[in-house]
């Protein structure tokens, strides 16, 4: 790859060892205030990388909202926040038209959705209508409002959190919207040395208050053309292919094109995070488990949809 190299928009790509720079920059911020949970870290600039979107579940108070913060923190780019509430409306995400008297015409008063990084917090505390106010968001990149089409900002990522307890209290996240997650993670609750190092940052001024912006959003999207132009050859093509079969066949609900489409994308970012220009059969078997788990819904309930993958990964041979 060379540095001439452009997107659809004639922006130039990043060489691929400046995009794996700019990505250990951003790591190493959030790093800052997230302790412990470096695999997460690196799943999240994959997900940044490949345009995807985050979802994050566990428990209350392991840091799924401090680690988008920080995300925010360390790239230059408008961040917003949505707190999802049972009585949250979609025009509170989206935006509403609010009638001018002095104009006599009404003004478009975007939402929380118009910003480069999106938290939603919380996001199975809202009602299913609420919650699908962000389908035409993650997946074309813009909103429409009483018949008018507006285009998100670029680079346009949600990440979101939801808390596994209190099931009597939250709403589960519907099909269509969970696919649209490139990737879902559960962070854990930290080791006993990582969580005494993290008492210790937190026991003055928390960390994220002096965290400073270590990259850009122009140099962000750069690397996004980066990712799109790694080379991903047939046999790995058909290896993705061939995983998400096993899961159509072995699940009563299997991996979606989406979810092969996002596989690529992720393996491709990660493949630039390691350096490379090309992927390889490893950037997919890293990948599977985060982007495809979430997608699968077994036959039995003894099992899960990360048995799925890891069976698709013992089982399917790679070419």
């Known amino acids: 790859m060379s540095d001439a190299d452009t997107d659809l928009d004639g922006r130039a790509a990043l060489p691929v060892d400046e ?6 920059r ?3 911020n959030i790093q800052r205030v997230i302790v412990g949970n470096d695999d997460a870290v690196e799943h999240l600039m994959v997900t940044l990388l490949a345009r995807g979107h985050l979802l994050l579940e566990d428990v209350p108070g392991v840091g799924k909202t401090m680690l988008a913060r920080s995300l ?8 917003k926040r949505v707190q999802f509430t049972p009585d949250l409306l979609p025009s509170d995400v989206t935006g509403v038209n609010v009638f001018n008297q002095k104009t006599g015409e009404f003004d478009f ?3 929380p959705v118009f910003a480069n990084i999106v938290l939603g917090d919380e996001i199975n505390r809202a009602p299913p209508k ?7 968001a993650m997946e074309e990149r813009q909103v429409t ?3 008018v089409t507006r285009e998100l900002p670029d680079p346009f990522t949600v990440i979101a959190t939801q808390n596994d307890v209190e099931p009597g209290r939250t709403y589960e996240l519907p099909l269509a919207e969970v696919d649209r997650f490139m990737k879902k993670l559960r962070l854990g609750y930290p080791d006993a040395a990582d969580e005494t190092a ?5 026991a003055g001024e928390h960390p994220i208050e002096s965290l400073d912006p270590v990259a850009t959003v122009e140099g962000l999207r750069r690397a996004r053309t980066t990712v799109g132009d790694v080379e991903v050859s047939e046999p790995v093509r058909a290896y993705v292919t061939a995983l998400a079969n096993y899961t159509r066949e072995n699940a009563q609900l299997g991996v979606s094109p989406r979810g092969s489409i996002a596989l690529v994308r992720a393996a491709q970012a990660r493949a630039v995070v390691d350096d490379r220009d090309y992927v390889v059969p490893d950037d997919v078997q890293t990948e ?7 997608r699968i819904r077994p036959r039995t309930g003894g099992e899960t949809g990360a048995d799925v993958v890891a069976g698709a990964l013992d089982d399917v041979p790679v070419e």
Not at 130 to 136: P, V
Not at 198 to 202: A, E, P
Not at 288 to 294: E, K, L, R
């Open 72 to 79: 925010a923190r360390s790239v230059d780019c408008e961040f």
């Open 109 to 111: 008063q975007p939402g």
């Open 26 to 28: 951003v790591t190493t």
């Open 288 to 294: 599977a488990p985060s982007v495809f788990a979430h």
């Open 19 to 24: 995009a794996a720079d700019l990505v250990d």
């Open 145 to 147: 409002v009483d018949g």
């Open 198 to 202: 993290l008492l210790d940052r937190t």
């Open 130 to 136: 609420t919650q699908s106010a962000l389908l035409e």
